[in-house]
Every structure is written in structure tokens, then in C-alpha cells.
């Protein structure tokens, strides 16, 4: 008689957790989905390829975590070495050293702008100047355009010409010519008397 294969039993945790760590340091070493499918067969797990493929999705998940956090741990002590070496070329008054691991630092911290993003903003600018020089030469053409048509409304002798009586008016008294002037003119015998003229009005009074 033949002998019956044997039943899978459940994995346990732990179990898992073992495997899933061991197909790992198989992906470590480069294996790939086949390589890890006959480990399995070798060590006797008694799991079929798709359950392989579980284990497989795991490990990698694993190594992604792993390496965040290791890059994390990288980058922080990266970071505590630049701040402490800046600290040793400010004591020593080495300030060119000192603004080299500052810019070097700032690199590590992602604080400048990537190039492209600086293209694209020198790009913008200039094309903001351009729209602005357009709309100053529309506005100065409309005002080219407009001036001309803001006097062609008023009339032509607007502006008053000098005429006959204009050359009759004197200069100082802005009276017409021949014309005597308010204080020689005849004044009423009450306002004479009262004494707040002068004689010759007070005369022409009387």
C-alpha cells in the first residue's frame, strides 16, 4: 500500500515569523521567486507556491522597513557629525570650512530648491517681465491716443486773443483809458463831511 501524504498542519506565529526572516536573507543574496519556492520544498514546509509568494511579499515588506528606518538612523548621525564639525571650525575661526559644511548640510537636509524647480521659476519670471513691458506700451499708446482727442472738444479762440480794449486798460489801475479813477470821483456831501475822507474828496463834495 501507498503511503498517504501527509497532512499540512497550521504554522504557528513563530513558525511564520521564521520563515518570512529566512526568505529574506534569501532575497538578500539576490533569489528570486523559484529559488525561494525550492528552499522551501528542500526544508520541508510542506506549503504550496502561492503560500511561498506570501512569504515572499512579507520579507520584502521587512527589508522596506528595515531600511527606512536604518535610513533615518543614517541620515540623524549624518547630520550630528556636520553639526559637530561646524561647531569645531567656528571655534577655530575657519569660516570658509565652517560655510562649507553648512551648505553641505543643507544639501543633506533638502533645503535648496532642485535645479529644475529653479529653472522653472527663472522661466515664470521672465515671462511675467515680458507681459508687463506689453501692457506699458498698450497703456502709453492709449494715452498717445487719448490726449489729442480730450482738447479736440474745446474750441478754437478758447483761448482769448488780445483785442482793442485789452490795449486801453492801464497796467497799474486796470481801468479803461480816460476813465477817472474811484477816489477822484464824486462823492455825497454826508459821507465828505463825516471827516473820513480826504480833502480833495471832501472838495468835490461840496
Known amino acids: 500500500m501507498e503511503a498517504e501524504p501527509k497532512k499540512q498542519t497550521r504554522a504557528s506565529h513563530a513558525e511564520v515569523a521564521s520563515r518570512v526572516d529566512q526568505i529574506m536573507r534569501l532575497r538578500l543574496h539576490g533569489a528570486g521567486w523559484t529559488d525561494c519556492i525550492a528552499y522551501a520544498q528542500q526544508q520541508g514546509w510542506g506549503v504550496t507556491d502561492r503560500q511561498v509568494g506570501r512569504y515572499i511579499a512579507a520579507a520584502d515588506d521587512l527589508l522596506v522597513k528595515r531600511r527606512e528606518v536604518n535610513r533615518r538612523r543614517l541620515l540623524a548621525r549624518h547630520i550630528a557629525q556636520r553639526e559637530t564639525l561646524?561647531?569645531?571650525?567656528?571655534?577655530?575661526?575657519?569660516?570658509?570650512?565652517?560655510?562649507a559644511i553648512l551648505?553641505?548640510?543643507?544639501?543633506?537636509?533638502?533645503?535648496?530648491?532642485?535645479?529644475?524647480?529653479?529653472?522653472?521659476?527663472?522661466?515664470?519670471?521672465?515671462?511675467?517681465?515680458?507681459?508687463?513691458?506689453?501692457?506699458?506700451?498698450?497703456?502709453?499708446?492709449?494715452?498717445?491716443?487719448?490726449?489729442?482727442?480730450?482738447?479736440?472738444?474745446?474750441?478754437?479762440?478758447?483761448?482769448?486773443?488780445?483785442t482793442q480794449l485789452d490795449g486801453q486798460l492801464g497796467p497799474s489801475t486796470g481801468g479803461l483809458d480816460g476813465v477817472r479813477p474811484v477816489h477822484d470821483a464824486c462823492v455825497p456831501g454826508e459821507l465828505a463831511s463825516s471827516g473820513d475822507l480826504p480833502a480833495s474828496h471832501a472838495a468835490h463834495s461840496r
Open 86 to 99: 561646524y561647531q569645531k571650525a567656528l571655534k577655530a575661526e575657519d569660516y570658509r570650512a565652517s560655510l
Open 103 to 162: 551648505a553641505d548640510l543643507a544639501k543633506l537636509q533638502a533645503l535648496y530648491s532642485a535645479s529644475k524647480d529653479v529653472k522653472e521659476l527663472v522661466k515664470l519670471a521672465a515671462e511675467q517681465g515680458r507681459r508687463i513691458q506689453e501692457l506699458e506700451a498698450r497703456l502709453a499708446d492709449t494715452l498717445r491716443t487719448v490726449s489729442p482727442v480730450a482738447t479736440a472738444g474745446l474750441p478754437s479762440g478758447s483761448a482769448r486773443e488780445p
